[in-house]
Every structure is written in C-alpha cells, then in structure tokens.
C-alpha cells in the first residue's frame, strides 16, 4: 500500500477496517492541524496535547460514525477537537489513564507564553469575548471554530458539523451578533472570507 | 509559543493511537460474570503470532476468540450499536447488557430478550453470545420502550469447541454439550470438588419414566445421588444430587 498517494477516503476506510497502517496515515497527515488549533483555542502545550491526543483516541472509538466531507476526515477531526476543546475535562475523561501514561519533553516556557501561562488564549484576548464564545451551544461553536478560524466554506462546515447549509449559516449570524467581531478580526478573516490556510 | 507539537508525545501518541488498531487475543482485564442463561465460556489465549494454537480451555468447553474491538452504546428507548463489517472467521458477536431502568429489552434479531426488574438496574450483567444473524447490516439492535435506558457493548468473536478428552478406559470426559456429549460429565460434588459424573448412571438413576398419561399424573421424581469421579472414572471423590 502507497500511503501517500491515497486519498483520505481511501486511507480512513482501510483505517475503520483495522489497518495500523492506514490509522498512522491518518495520524501522519492531520495531527499538526489539530494540535495547533487545539493549542489556539486552550492556550497551553499540555492541554493542547491532551486534547490532540483526545482526537484521535476519539477518531478509532467512533470510527463507526466519522464523516467525511468532499473525502476527507479533517473537518471531522476539527470539530472534534473544538468539541474536546470547549470542555476539556469532559472531552479526555474517558482517556485520563492513557494521558497520564504518554512522555512529554521538558516544556521550557518562552516569556511570551509565561504571560499567557494557565491561561485560557481567549481570556487574554478579552474576557467578555471568551465568555461570550464559551457560551454558545456547541454546534454554533464548532460552525465558527471551522469557518473564522479553518477557513472552510460555510458548506463545508455544515456537513462536517451535521446540520443544513441554511442552519450554519442561520447560526453564524446569530452568532456573529452575540460576539464581538474583534475576536474574528484578530485572527485576520471573516466568516465571509473563504480561503484555505 | 512554540506552535510546533512535542516530538517525543508526537511519536508516542502516535503509538498509543496506532495500537487500538492492533487487535489483541489477550484475555479481558475485567472479570467476567457468568450468566445464568448460556453455558461456561473461556476466552482462549492466542501465542503472539496470533497463529493458531491448541485452545486453551477445558474438554467440551465453547471457547471464544475476540475479533474486533469492543463497541459500546447507551440509550433510552430502542436504539442501535453499530459494529462495522464482521470478519471473516467471526461466527457470532459477544455482548454485554447493563440495564439502567426496570424494563424489558430485546437484544438484535434472534430472540434475545431481557427483564431488568428495579433490583437489577445498574448492577446486573447479561453476557452471552448472539449469531451473526441477530444484526442487521453489522448493527446490533436494542428493542425497548421509551424510558427504558440501557447500556450495550459488543465484539465480534470466533467460536470453537475445544474437543473432548479421552481416559484410560476409552470414555470421553469434559464439559457437557449438546454439539459434543461426553460419557463423564464435567460437575461439581457436594463437597465442593469438581470432577464427572457418569451419564449412563445419571439415566440409570432417575428409575423408570412415565409411559402413559395416567402415569405422568401421579409421576413423583425422587432425588438420587451418582458418584463423582476423578477424569479416570474410578477415583470417587464426591458425590452429585440430582433434584
């Protein structure tokens, strides 16, 4: 099997099958994406960690239920991870023991995110904002974190997510009002803006 | 920040992740209960390899090998557990059923059904095997009524019966079944030893049965006692009473 010609549909269904193989793949190919946008929205290395390694051990437990969108599983992969992310300690509950046992090199903290430190990335952007987005319902969490923040076409996220093109976007609006747009102008795009990073 | 992931928890959750995949034929972890309405079942120990070995396992004894990774759901009401396409050598799926409410459950298609009175919710647990005919499109079914909760885990395993043993004296001794009956039967004294009991004497001892409808009417079995025997079917070590 040449891993890396395949695509994602032909990799993930080897993966549910079974194949050690074709799940390392899947690892390979997506892993740094999930981290990095599970360290954007925890603010920390080892939450982050934990909520990556969250994913994957997710990833096999429902492999029975992972959607693919346009034949690939990051969408899916990236809702999880904002699912896992928007309550860590119910998102890694079932995984504490294989946590605890994975090795993690010497974290030397930079200046930079010992002023961050513990905290949570979207309470040092500005805490009405945090709390305004920690409060929407998990779905509208997961539309934004794939569309502001991925940079996915509202379609896109609509199907990784499980609801109607009409319903994303009905969400994102609402959304959008009960959230300051500084968050989103941060991060240098727009719901409306559809690219790929 | 670094926004680069750790190597070292890289490589090493990519390992943990890639294991799940690697099917073991280890026994479970947890002890298991024996239920009160399928017979014994020893889960069988694989070499490494996973190359077929002697099974491990008792004469006569039904002996599964687990063959994908166990699958759980909950749910109030009916609902389904998915367990993906079966392997090719499965022949049945092992599930576990905890009830969570009083109720009546069906499990899948081929007449598994279960009654959780309020003593039971919570603590009591119905293992046993189905065919692969109780799913549906690799689903595995939960029939119940609206309030009815549940919790349901299953796998998907290989079935074999590890063959009978044979004594000095030509008889065959193990655990009894219908598939492979042996002459000494594998059971328990009632000073607590285990050993066999001969079948011939088992059906001896029961005396003459009715042979006429006026006979049944007034038929009145009396218990009776066989001995029990080490394999060899000579050594008495105990003794059975048959209600």
């Known amino acids: ?197 | 920040m670094n926004r680069d992931i750790d190597p070292v928890f890289a490589t090493a959750l990519r390992e943990a992740v890639v294991e799940q995949a690697t099917v073991r034929q280890a026994a479970p972890q947890r002890p298991r209960r024996r239920p009160w309405w399928i017979g014994g079942l020893t889960i069988a120990a694989l070499g490494a390899t996973g190359a077929a070995v002697a099974l491990v396992g008792l004469p006569g004894e039904e002996v599964e090998t687990r063959l994908s990774e166990p699958q759980s759901a909950h749910g109030d009401g009916s609902g389904e557990l998915p367990l993906g396409a079966a392997p090719a050598t499965a022949d049945a799926v092992h599930f576990e059923f905890t009830c969570l409410s009083p109720g009546g459950f069906a499990i899948g298609t081929a007449g598994v059904f279960i009654r959780c009175t309020q003593d039971d919710v919570g603590h009591t647990q119905v293992w046993g095997l189905t065919p692969l005919r109780s799913l549906e499109s690799g689903t595995l079914s939960v029939d119940a009524s609206a309030g009815e909760q549940w919790q349901l885990e299953a796998w998907y395993v290989e079935t074999d019966r590890v063959p009978l043993a044979v004594n000095d004296n030509g008889e065959t001794y193990g655990v009894d079944s219908a598939e492979t009956p042996p002459d000494l039967i594998r059971a328990q004294a009632t000073n607590g030893e285990v050993g066999y009991v001969r079948r011939s004497e088992l059906d001896a001892g029961a005396g003459p049965l009715p042979t006429s409808p006026a006979e049944a009417a007034t038929y009145k079995p009396e218990p009776y006692s066989v001995p029990v025997y080490e394999h060899d079917g000579v050594t008495v070590i105990g003794e059975f009473v048959v209600e």
Not at chain 1, 30 to 47: I, P, T
Not at chain 1, 48 to 72: N, P
Not at chain 1, 166 to 188: I, M
Request: charged letters at 20%; proline letters at 4%; glycine letters at 6%.
């Open chain 1, 1 to 197: 099997m040449t891993v890396e010609t395949q695509t994602d549909s032909e990799l993930w269904s080897a993966a549910r099958d079974g194949s050690p193989v074709a799940l390392g793949a899947i690892f390979d190919r997506h892993h740094r994406r999930v981290y990095g946008r599970a360290l954007w929205l925890l603010g920390n290395v080892h939450d982050a960690q934990d909520a990556t390694a969250a994913v994957f051990f997710e990833l096999w437990h429902k492999r029975a239920q992972v959607r693919e969108v346009d034949g690939s599983v990051l969408p899916w992969l990236l809702v999880a991870t904002s699912n896992v992310c928007r309550n860590l300690n119910r998102g890694t509950r079932r995984y504490r023991a294989l946590l605890q046992r994975l090795p993690r090199s010497e974290h030397v903290p930079s200046a930079e995110s010992a002023a961050i430190a513990a905290q949570d990335v979207l309470d040092a952007i500005d805490p009405d904002v945090a709390s305004a987005l920690r409060a929407l319902p998990a779905q509208t969490y997961s539309l934004l974190v794939l569309t502001a923040l991925e940079g996915y076409p509202v379609a896109q996220a609509a199907e990784a997510v499980g609801v109607s093109v009409g319903a994303a976007k009905t969400r994102l609006s609402r959304a959008r009002s009960q959230v300051r747009a500084v968050v989103l102008e941060t991060q240098g795009a727009t719901a409306d803006e559809e690219y790929r990073p």
